[in-house]
């Protein structure tokens, strides 16, 4: 399984950005996996952002994005996305997506797939 994330940038506090993540490799249309966005600011520890079941039918959010962020999946297209909406400068880090077969959502340890990253930079 290869994941590719995108749609990283500058925005301004209070803007918006989505993410993109699309999966491939014939082994993901194998399993239904759970999909996860993680996220790593310099010198912190890679954090769990938002979660979705294979169905889309479970979301779960960090208490911190909870109300601003929202996570959808589109199965046809082996995608994932994050609308980030009222970004804080806080919100600035490396987002990472990730699969996970683990009914876990948030634990680094519970997804066996990573993608490559792409860095969210808010400005005050």
């Known amino acids: 399984v290869q994941l590719q994330a995108s749609g990283g940038g500058l925005v301004q506090a209070g803007g918006s950005l989505g993410l993109s993540c699309v999966a491939s490799?014939?082994?993901?249309?194998?399993?239904?996996?759970?999909m996860g966005w993680f996220r790593q600011a310099p010198g912190n520890v890679r954090e769990f952002v938002s979660s979705?079941?294979?169905?889309?039918?479970?979301?779960y959010y960090a208490d911190s994005v909870k109300g601003r962020f929202t996570i959808s999946r589109d199965n046809a297209k082996n995608t994932v996305y994050l609308q980030m909406n009222s970004l804080k400068p806080e919100d600035t880090a490396v987002y990472y997506c990730?699969?996970?077969?683990?009914?876990?959502?948030?634990?680094?340890?519970?997804?066996?797939?990573w993608g490559q990253g792409t860095l969210v930079t808010v400005s005050s």
């Open positions: 990730a699969a996970r077969r683990s009914t876990t959502y948030y634990s680094v340890s519970a997804y066996d797939f």
């Open positions: 490799g014939r082994s993901f249309s194998s399993y239904a996996y759970g």
């Open positions: 979705i079941s294979w169905s889309g039918g479970s979301t």
